[in-house]
Nanobody, 130 residues
């Protein structure tokens, strides 16, 4: 079992920045797909970004949804079991509940896919006003 706790959400004006953090605990951090998802009211959950955890690259490299490319950056501190999402140039349409998610441990040769995330945090709200 992996426990995930998000922090860093809040309210900002359009054009602003936020940094979300996700602390993982309970099971080995490495060799998983770690991701950020978001869900706005009335919309389906969307994978925003994902990365393969640990010191070796894998999972097909960092993934970004088209809607956030060039504005959001996913990163990790494997020594601290932390995953981050730096969000710049925020837009009102980025408003959503953001969730950290993790897959089961797996090899690094396959790309991370949206449907393999098995563990979820409780979410942190991001609100962007125009």
């Amino acid at each position: 079992q992996v426990q995930l706790v998000e922090s860093g959400g809040g309210s900002v004006q359009a054009g602003g920045s936020l940094r979300l953090s996700c602390a993982a605990s309970g099971s080995p951090y490495s060799s998983r797909c770690m991701g950020w998802f978001r869900q706005a009211p009335g919309k389906e959950r969307e994978r925003v970004a994902s990365i393969y955890s640990g010191i070796y690259p894998g999972g097909g490299g960092p993934y970004y949804a088209d809607s956030v490319k060039g504005r959001f950056t996913i990163s990790q501190d494997a020594a601290k079991n932390m995953v981050y999402l730096q969000m710049n140039s925020l837009k009102p349409e980025d408003t959503a509940m953001y969730y950290c998610a993790a897959s089961e441990r797996r090899d690094r040769w396959r790309s991370c896919t949206a449907n393999e995330f098995a563990y979820w945090g409780q979410g942190t709200q991001v609100t962007v006003s125009s």
